[in-house]
């Protein structure tokens, strides 16, 4: 089970960390990842973990403002959120996934595991 907390309310520039903690389980073998969804709009791809955790992985809207990060040890994926616009407001999910391969990581429909979301909400 997968438990997302963090989010809030930002104004433009500020920045906020989301927190996903499995409860019951370790993430060591797991590929991580966050997505959002918009109101109105699909679920898309934040950012990701590799299951080794040597590699992450972007979408190029955030990248070098946001930054993926995980404790194995306290089985927690973090989203450390920098310069946040107001196009970044939507709810943000984690998801796990044990099977997930590389060519689908940034892909929904590779994730068996989600969290419940944690809303961001930016204003300008």
């Known amino acids: 089970q997968l438990q997302a907390s963090g989010g809030g309310a930002v104004q433009a520039g500020g920045s906020l960390r989301l927190s996903c903690a499995a409860s019951g389980r370790t993430i060591r073998n797991l590929v991580m990842a966050w997505f959002r969804q918009a109101p109105g709009k699909e679920r898309e791809f934040v950012a990701a973990?590799?299951?080794?955790?040597?590699?992450?992985y972007y979408t190029d809207s955030v990248k070098g403002r946001f930054t993926i990060s995980r404790d194995n040890a306290k089985s927690t994926v973090y989203l450390q959120m920098d310069s946040l616009k107001p196009e970044d407001t939507a709810v943000y999910y984690c998801?796990?996934?044990?099977?997930?391969?590389?060519?689908?990581?940034?892909?929904?429909?590779?994730?068996?595991?989600w969290g419940q979301g944690t809303l961001v909400t930016v204003s300008s």
């Open positions: 998801a796990a996934s044990s099977s997930v391969i590389l060519s689908s990581i940034r892909t929904a429909e590779g994730y068996a595991n």
């Open positions: 973990f590799s299951r080794s955790g040597g590699s992450t």
